[in-house]
Structure formats: C-alpha cells, structure tokens
C-alpha cells in the first residue's frame, strides 16, 4: 500500500469511529434523560417487591445505571471539543454545549446529595432535558439531512451541521472546551477541600477529640 492509501484508511477509520460516537451517542442522550425523568415510577416500583433484597438491587442498578449513561454522554462528547473533528466531520453544531450540560449534571451529583435532594434533582433533569435538545435537535434536523435536498434543508441544514457552518461550529468548540475546563477545575477544588478536611481523632477511651 502507498502512503497515500495507508492515509486514506486511517481517515475512513477515523469517520467512521466519530460518526459512530455522534449516532450512539443520540441514544445516550435519550436513556440517560428517560432514566431521571422515570424515577418516580422507579421508586414506586420498589414497593413491589416482596423482599428487602430484591428493592435495594433494584434501586442499586437503576441509580448505577443512570448514573453510568451519564457520565457515558459527556465522555463521548469529547469529539465535540477537538476543532479539526469538528471542522471536518457532519456533527450537531452544539453537540459541545450539550456535552457541557452532561458535565454540569455529573458535578451537581458529586456535590449534591443527589435524588435526596429534590431541587438539586430537577436542576439535573433541566440540564439533561437542555443537552438532549441541543444534541438531538441539530442532529436530526442538520447532520441527518446533509444527503436530502429542498429549500427549507438547504436554510436550515448549513446551520445546524459543523462542517457547514465552521465558523460557528469552532467558536462553540472552544466556548465548550473553557466551560467544561472551568467545571472540571469546580470539580478537582471540591475533591481535594474534602480530602484537606481532617476526620476527628479517636481519644483515650473511645473519646472522639
């Protein structure tokens, strides 16, 4: 194989790997939202059964799994964050925003006392409801609509697709990137101000000083 081959499968791979990361990540993004808006049938269901034992794997695996889909969404939208992926491929222009909205969702579990506490819950389910509109959305109406033809896909498509619209599209990258840098930077101080917190000292006796 010439160089020029062995570069050209390595861009086919490339493709292929960030358009299937941009579709599954639809799916992602529609679990991940059903999952928190069905928790009050998830708990309603916790009643039914008839052992201890049955409820607590069955919370256990719904909260792991929700919480999983989450982080699973802001992880796969990295590709949004790198502009020449950005620039070159058919993706959701605010795909990056989205993944943001993902982000802030998985910081407020970190720091929050999560589905205990109902307000900070129903942030999360917002954020999640927001990330799937700009995710979604643009998918569907921009980047599945790029092989169709007709007046109002030709206005509307441009738009939403990051390869039509790279001016746009790389603005919102590096709006993307400084948001989740200065949620990540949120995330690493709240860690490391609870490891500073010393735990109380077992005195004579039992005696807690």
Known sequence: ??????????????????????????VLWVAALGLHMARPLMARTTGKFTLRLGADLWWIIYIGLRDL????????????????VVKAQDLPITGGLAGVCAFAAVL???????DADRRWFTVQVLLLALGATL????????SQMTLLSGQRVDQIMPFLTSSRNPDLALALA?????????????????????????KPEPGPAGVTR
Do not use: C, H, W
């Open 174 to 198: 590096y709006l993307s990137a400084a948001l989740a840098g200065i949620l990540g930077v949120i995330a690493v101080a709240y860690n490391l101000r609870l490891t500073s917190i010393r």
């Open 108 to 114: 407020i579990k970190l720091m929050t006392r999560n």
């Open 135 to 142: 995710y979604v959305g643009p998918y569907i109406l921009g």
């Open 69 to 84: 889909l989450t982080l699973n969404v802001f992880l796969g939208s990295f590709i949004f964050l790198y502009p020449d």
């Open 1 to 26: 194989m010439t160089a020029d081959q062995v570069s050209g499968l390595f861009d086919a791979g490339e493709a292929f790997v960030e358009g299937t990361i941009a579709a599954v990540l639809v």
